[in-house]
């Protein structure tokens, strides 16, 4: 057997992978131990755990999180009004399974966008697609692509991913552009697909920030009434180390 041509057509296949390992048992004369169905299951698994990895960190590049945030570095010390028990059966994700929604609230630096990015990162493991965006900087976006005809595109982007997060929302009032880009989107979202919302702002104001009381209405009823809600209180864990914002 020519294991140099071997190795070549693995990698023709793109089967990289189970090439690299199969030519460092060659390299190794690492046979004498394993069966040949033990050695096909070893190339098979080595190939599928390298896909997964490059799957994720695609998942993870494409979600577009500002910051690198996990679950498991999760600050429940401070007095900031977060259950561990409650954030822990969030981080299974089995909010996503029931297309429900999540709003996290607080002041600055509290650690809002921390905690809606781990649980990002937490679905991207789990190889869900996952789009992480700034509330204001999005539907700007959306406006732009209403004048050269992309609008569609974008928002079949927005409605398709597994898990939407948006973030500082409701900092500015909503225009009627913006205010039609998010019924867009809860709508088509609604039941479908789960979204988590952090803001600055009390959810009992958002009605007034929305503006336009059908359609605020109609956004806040899709999208409050299947949420779960955190929360958070305390000072600004920017005052200490930067760790969960």
């Given amino acids: 057997m020519n294991n140099n041509q071997t190795v070549e057509k693995l990698k023709s296949m ?25 050695y096909l299951a070893l190339l098979a ?20 999180f500002r910051q690198k945030a996990s679950a ?6 401070e ?15 089995d909010f996503m399974k029931k297309n429900e929604n999540i709003i996290i609230t607080g002041a600055s630096g509290v650690g809002k966008s921390y905690l809606a990015q781990a649980l990002g990162n937490q679905a991207c493991l789990m190889g869900y697609r996952v789009l992480y965006s700034n509330t ?7 406006k732009l692509s209403k004048v050269d005809g992309t609008y569609i595109n974008e928002l079949k982007k927005l409605v398709k991913v597994d898990l939407l997060i948006l973030d500082d929302f409701g900092l500015q009032a909503f225009d009627n552009h913006a205010r039609e880009a998010l019924m867009d989107i809860i709508d088509e979202r609604f039941n479908q697909m789960s979204t988590i919302v952090s803001s600055q702002i009390p959810v ?7 503006g336009e009381g059908t359609i605020a209405d109609a956004i806040l009823d899709r999208l409050v009434n299947s949420s779960h809600r955190i929360d958070l209180k ?12």
Avoid: C
């Fill in 136 to 142: 204001s900087r999005l539907f700007t976006k959306l």
């Fill in 234 to 245: 305390g000072e600004s864990l920017r005052k200490g180390i930067l760790k969960n914002e």
């Fill in 45 to 64: 698994d080595h190939e599928w755990e390298d896909r997964q990895n490059k799957k994720i960190a695609r998942l993870i590049t494409v979600a577009g």
């Fill in 14 to 38: 793109r089967l990289s992978a189970m090439a690299e390992m199969h030519l460092q048992h060659v390299k190794n004369n690492q046979f004498n131990n394993v069966t040949p169905d033990e």
């Fill in 204 to 210: 009992s104001v958002w009605y007034d920030i929305i």
């Fill in 72 to 77: 498991a570095d999760i600050n429940y010390t």
């Fill in 79 to 93: 007095n900031r009004n977060l259950d561990k028990n409650m954030f822990n059966r969030l981080s299974t994700l």
